[in-house]
């Protein structure tokens, strides 16, 4: 399969088996977010996995959807700003933000490549989550998203429509 087949083959699920993640699955799916490029190679970031049998209702604070518990695992990127790079000669802007989001989407991808399923979730309760996962005051909740068997992956998933290149694409200028 071609870098491109995977992009397209990864999909946001939203209804999973409860079978297992195999550990050696998992430890991939880890390593591809460990070897995520961050900005200085700071890796400015922690990913917390919870174990979702037994922990659903105070999962379901921090992010209200039956499906996000369905999943055997979660998965949480946080990130670590005062580890990250920041743009000190211009305007002091930090990337921990980017690097996090750069982790998530190694971490989406390679469990794709594993035939595991995904879905980002960034509209969560940063509250709930500080406190469900005992979430430090130097860490930041950035990202979630369930990881395990797509229930549906024997149908052909959803794909969001995409715009075209040529409304978000501009070479040379704006």
Same mark, same amino acid.
Do not use: K
């Given at each position: 399969?071609?870098?491109? +087949?995977?992009?397209?083959?990864?999909?946001?699920?939203?209804?999973?088996? /409860?079978?297992?993640? /195999?550990? +050696?699955?998992?430890?991939? !799916? =880890?390593?591809?977010?460990?070897?995520?490029?961050?900005?200085?190679?700071?890796?400015?970031?922690?990913?917390?996995?919870?174990?979702?049998?037994?922990? %659903?209702?105070?999962?379901?604070?921090?992010?209200?959807?039956?499906?996000?518990?369905?999943?055997? =695992?979660?998965? $949480? !990127? $946080?990130?670590? /700003?005062?580890?990250?790079?920041?743009?000190?000669?211009?305007?002091?802007?930090?990337?921990?933000?980017? +690097?996090?989001?750069?982790?998530?989407?190694?971490?989406?991808?390679?469990?794709?490549?594993?035939?595991?399923?995904? $879905?980002?979730?960034?509209?969560?309760? /940063?509250?709930?989550?500080?406190? !469900?996962?005992?979430?430090?005051? %130097?860490?930041?909740?950035?990202?979630?998203?369930?990881?395990?068997?797509?229930? +549906?992956?024997?149908?052909?998933?959803?794909?969001? %429509?995409?715009?075209?290149?040529? %409304?978000?694409?501009?070479?040379?200028?704006?």
């Amino acid at each position: 399969m071609t870098f491109l +087949d995977l992009v397209r083959r990864r999909y946001s699920v939203r209804a999973y088996r /409860p079978d297992p993640v /195999p550990d +050696d699955l998992l430890a991939t !799916v =880890l390593e591809a977010g460990r070897l995520a490029p961050t900005a200085s190679n700071r890796q400015p970031f922690r990913i917390i996995v919870v174990q979702t049998r037994g922990r %659903e209702s105070e999962l379901r604070r921090i992010y209200d959807s039956e499906w996000f518990v369905q999943a055997p =695992l979660i998965l $949480c !990127v $946080c990130a670590v /700003p005062s580890e990250a790079w920041r743009r000190t000669m211009y305007d002091g802007r930090s990337h921990a933000d980017v +690097d996090s989001a750069i982790v998530m989407d190694h971490l989406t991808l390679a469990a794709a490549d594993l035939g595991l399923g995904t $879905c980002w979730i960034a509209a969560f309760d /940063p509250a709930a989550a500080r406190e !469900v996962l005992a979430i430090p005051d %130097e860490g930041e909740p950035m990202l979630f998203t369930p990881l395990g068997y797509a229930a +549906d992956a024997s149908s052909s998933p959803r794909h969001a %429509e995409r715009r075209p290149l040529d %409304e978000l694409v501009r070479y040379e200028r704006w």
